[in-house]
């Protein structure tokens, strides 16, 4: 699960079908984007979004890598 906090109120959101990118309509000028994988695939459009979140889950490592544990 995830939680979405923007700086603003929420006026809109439209969200990609079959596609976990979304995008939020708030009160400034700017439109945050939102690209959750668990929701689905990044269109075909922003597939880079895909490789991006595949090389962020392969980075991340155990604390405990470098221990050795005795039984």
């Known amino acids: 699960m ?4 923007p700086t603003g109120t929420i006026n809109d959101i439209c969200v990609f079908s079959d596609s976990g990118l979304m995008l939020l309509a708030l009160d400034g000028s700017q439109i945050p984007s939102y690209f959750i994988p668990a929701l689905g695939p990044a269109p ?3 597939s880079y979004l ?3 979140t595949e090389e962020v889950e392969g ?3 155990t604390i405990y890598d470098d221990f050795r ?3």
């Open 2 to 5: 995830t939680s979405i906090e």
């Open 44 to 46: 075909k459009w922003c």
């Open 50 to 52: 895909e490789n991006l």
């Open 59 to 61: 980075a991340q490592t």
């Open 69 to 71: 544990f005795l039984t």
